[in-house]
């Protein structure tokens, strides 16, 4: 891990304990299950302390005659971000008014209007169907579709790094490339991690969609039908 390599290189002792393991690496992500349904991706949030968190954000059907209905969140700019969110979820899809929706998540670990991005696509896989398994993101949202940059992206980068294997592809704004040392990129590489950088909620979209599509098989290890078969055989 770069972080302890850094650490232990400037004379500091290995962290053994809990504690000490936790001041070094800040707080351990939430144990998320997978994404297995649609209207669901990862948020992501920097604690404060160095450490950064994973946690979900859920959209559901709303309630007749309530537009939009928030849950789990207390604070303006983060509703003003949500409802930023879904009207341009739904402007992708051509509807000119927000649907009717529930949006839940745990405010308690993320503060800001950095939530943007990850809301508005759980609304977009909510109004299309498509579910987008291992899929987080941060970014604030602009009006015109933007996505700002954001901080605590390392942290949250981090997080993501300690729960590889829930979580697949990253997705940030593309401003936030260079706040990442190459060496975190190349962790997060051999993590297994697809890390995007977006600049606009149609290309966070583009994004979601090819990390979707199955990855083509090399044609070296392909053979034709004839010498399979006879390979088969032998």
């Keep these: 891990c770069v972080r302890l390599a850094e650490h232990l290189r400037c004379g500091q002792p290995m962290p053994r304990t809990r504690e000490e393991v936790s001041a070094l690496f800040g707080a351990a992500p939430l144990e998320q299950p997978p994404i297995t349904q649609p209207g669901i991706t990862y948020i992501l949030a920097?604690?404060?302390?160095?450490?950064?968190?994973?946690?979900?954000?859920?959209?559901?059907?709303?309630?007749?005659?309530?537009?939009?209905?928030?849950?789990?969140?207390?604070?303006?700019?983060?509703?003003?971000?949500?409802?930023?969110?879904?009207?341009?979820?739904?402007?992708?899809?051509?509807?000119?008014?927000?649907?009717?929706?529930?949006?839940?998540?745990?405010?308690?670990?993320?503060?800001?209007?950095?939530?943007?991005?990850?809301?508005?696509?759980?609304?977009?896989?909510?109004?299309?169907?498509?579910?987008?398994?291992?899929?987080?993101?941060?970014?604030?949202?602009?009006?015109?579709?933007?996505?700002?940059?954001?901080?605590?992206?390392?942290?949250?980068?981090?997080?993501?790094?300690?729960?590889?294997?829930?979580?697949?592809?990253?997705?940030?704004?593309?401003?936030?490339?260079?706040?990442?040392?190459?060496?975190?990129?190349q962790e997060a590489r051999e993590a297994g991690l697809n890390l995007c950088f977006v600049s606009t909620v149609r290309e966070a979209v583009a994004a979601v969609l090819a990390a979707r599509r199955p990855k083509p098989v090399p044609q070296k290890v392909l053979r034709p039908a004839g010498q399979a078969e006879a390979a088969a055989k032998r």
């Design 46 to 185: 920097a604690t404060g302390d160095g450490g950064g968190l994973v946690s979900r954000v859920v959209v559901g059907a709303g309630q007749p005659g309530v537009p939009l209905r928030l849950l789990g969140m207390g604070e303006t700019t983060m509703n003003e971000s949500v409802e930023l969110a879904v009207t341009l979820a739904a402007s992708l899809l051509g509807q000119t008014k927000a649907p009717a929706l529930t949006v839940a998540m745990d405010a308690s670990k993320k503060s800001g209007p950095s939530a943007g991005l990850a809301v508005c696509l759980a609304v977009w896989s909510k109004l299309t169907g498509l579910t987008l398994s291992g899929v987080a993101a941060t970014g604030e949202l602009f009006l015109n579709g933007e996505v700002l940059p954001v901080g605590g992206v390392e942290e949250k980068l981090s997080a993501c790094i300690r729960g590889r294997g829930v979580v697949r592809t990253v997705l940030m704004p593309a401003a936030c490339r260079e706040a990442l040392s190459s060496a975190l990129r």
